[in-house]
């Protein structure tokens, strides 16, 4: 995809949006729910490649950095590049969360965790709905 084409997909209609995507990936990607744990299709994936955006491609981790955090979701290390993932802290309900977005179209992606493994400590905590996988070559 060209960056022209990558950056006008941030502007999609709620329209062009829901015929892109599966009644889940929208409500997922585009309206920042969250799938059930132990309900995505990658939360116990084991492929070799790189994750990417289910909205606009964007590549954001690397199966080299997942790990089982035993929490039912896919996790990640660390994304696959810092300008590819952006966060933004919100507060909800009195709770202090730190979301993960896909930084080329704004897809809520997840939320991202301070207790992740080493050498980070975080955890990216992703919804499988807000992924694709590309096998590595």
Not at 21 to 35: D, K, M, W
Not at 80 to 95: A, H, K
Request: hydrophobic share 25%; glycine share 8%.
């Amino acid at each position: 995809m060209s960056r022209e084409t990558a950056e006008n997909s941030s502007v999609r209609t709620e329209e062009e949006w829901r015929s892109r995507l599966s009644p889940e990936e929208f409500r997922i990607a585009r309206e920042g729910g969250t799938e059930p744990e132990f309900t995505g299709r990658y939360w116990d994936h084991r492929g070799d490649g790189v994750y990417t955006c289910v909205c606009c491609g964007e590549q954001l981790f690397d199966s080299r950095d997942k790990f089982d955090s035993r929490t039912g979701w896919p996790n990640y290390r660390a994304p696959l590049s810092e300008e590819n993932v952006r966060t933004q802290t919100n507060v909800s309900r009195g709770v202090r969360q730190v979301e993960a977005r896909c930084s080329r179209c704004g897809a809520h992606l997840g939320h991202v965790f301070e207790d992740g493994p080493a050498p980070t400590g975080l955890r990216y905590c992703i919804n499988s709905a807000s992924l694709n996988f590309a096998e590595r070559e």
